[in-house]
């Protein structure tokens, strides 16, 4: 880890301020490249340039297929934005409510599972101790980094992370900064 940390000690972590477009940008960004995922993000911007939870409710289906998302990520985007708007999701509490919670809370959504809901932990709250062990980019990182590329199991990771303690999110953006340089933002 301390390698890894010299190697990129010029990068950083950080928010991009507003909890709902992060989660919809992670919900297009769901089983596809970062590059297209980017791709289609942008069309969305572009065909939307207010997005808000009530532009994104609003908008037709078709236009948003236009953009290139999938019928059912267009329903996920519209299932957040309706809690959102009806006051499911609400900023405010995540504040006074541990990880586990707001996971619980986000999984609500459509589209939205564990995953997702750790990535908006690690990018949008910069909670500082998350460690997603589902995350393939993880997993390689370790595996490249600790086990000669063995594969690796959840429970060794568990124990691997132990001394990255509270600092698990930092300790795994170093990782992925490992196998990819260029910082993924959600």
């Known amino acids: 880890m301390r390698q890894l940390i010299a190697q990129f000690a010029d990068a950083s972590l950080e928010s991009r301020g507003c ?19 980017e791709s289609i993000w ?15 409710v609003a908008a ?7 953009c290139g998302l999938s019928a059912r990520k267009v329903t996920y985007l519209h299932d957040l934005s309706r ?33 997702t809901a750790e990535m908006f932990l690690i990018f949008h709250l910069q909670r500082s101790d998350v460690l997603p062990l589902d995350d393939i980019g993880l997993q390689r990182a370790i595996s490249q980094h600790y086990f000669d590329r063995q594969s690796v199991d959840k429970k060794t990771i568990i124990e691997l992370a132990k001394p990255w303690r509270p600092w698990r999110s930092v300790a795994t ?13 959600y």
């Open 60 to 66: 037709e289906q078709e236009m948003l297929r236009a």
């Open 42 to 56: 942008q069309r969305v911007i572009t065909t939307i340039p207010d997005i808000t939870p009530q532009t994104i």
């Open 19 to 37: 909890a709902f477009t992060t989660l919809a940008r992670s919900i297009v960004g769901q089983q596809i490249s970062v590059k297209a995922a």
């Open 173 to 185: 953006w170093y990782l992925w900064r490992s196998l990819d340089p260029l910082p993924v933002a």
């Open 83 to 115: 809690h959102f708007t009806d006051g499911n999701l609400r900023e405010t509490a995540w504040a006074d409510m541990d990880d586990e919670a707001i996971i619980a809370d986000l999984i609500k959504v459509k589209g939205i599972g564990r995953w």
